[in-house]
């Protein structure tokens, strides 16, 4: 029996254009100027010192900035970015720049599962602050109360086995009642190997001849028993 659904954002619950065509564009455009802006807060010190240790070498301000550019142009899952990121993408969801998209079938489907007691979990290489400002802001409301909780990159690389333990210990849930939502097969792979059960989401193009179990939308999802 399924208690607990993780699922993942880009690509599953989230238009995958929306992604890199709004917010990533919004972060880069806003990079430099938050950091110069906001450099004495302590969550930004905080981060532009962890940029240095990811880095290798210490960084002065500008070549921080450098830095997270390089990173986002070459899509780098890495933790003080996407806390950044996460930061300024506050801003544009608290000016109405933007809204978080979903797909329309999204938010009735985890309203349903929520109503049967099942517990939501969210896992992307978005920061935990990115998430949560996606579903808060959608065209169907603040979603964020049917979530038990949100894991990214600080619980481990989503295409490795042991972040899915991590995970397993974290919720409290036995593997085989835990069902991930991946549009990524690498991803699903190390769940499967973790001992979770999967199910892949192709939301565009040709389904892929792989070896997991698909669907289309969440409307298609029949939970196992």
């Known amino acids: 029996m399924i208690r607990a659904i993780i699922t993942d954002i880009e690509g599953t619950t989230t238009s995958i254009s929306f992604v890199y065509d709004v917010l990533f564009p919004y972060a880069r455009e806003q ?27 210490p960084l002065e301000e500008e070549l921080a900035i450098a830095q997270l550019l ?15 990121q996460g930061l300024i993408w506050q801003h544009g969801y608290d000016q109405s720049h933007f809204k978080g998209h979903l797909y329309e079938d999204v938010p009735r489907n985890l309203r349903q599962w929520h ?12 920061s935990v602050q990115a998430q949560k400002l996606l579903f808060a802001n959608t065209a169907w409301g603040d979603l964020t109360g049917l979530f038990s909780g949100y894991f990214d990159t600080r619980i481990g690389n989503k295409r490795e086995r042991e972040s899915y333990l991590h995970i397993i210990q974290d919720t409290g849930f036995a593997p085989n009642e835990i069902l991930f939502l991946s549009d990524i097969e690498q991803e699903l792979t190390a769940a499967a190997q973790a001992g979770i059960r999967t199910l892949l989401l192709v939301r565009d193009g040709d ?14 999802i029949e939970l196992p028993a």
């Open 31 to 57: 990079m430099a100027n938050f950091i110069r802006t906001h450099r004495e807060d302590e969550i930004v010190r905080t981060q532009l010192a962890l940029i240095c240790n990811e880095a290798g070498k």
């Open 70 to 84: 390089t990173w986002m142009d070459e899509d780098k899952k890495i933790t003080p970015l996407k806390t950044l």
């Open 207 to 220: 389904k892929p001849a792989g070896e997991f179990a698909q669907v289309s939308n969440f409307d298609q």
């Open 115 to 126: 109503q049967l007691g099942i517990q939501l979990y969210v896992y992307s290489s978005g």
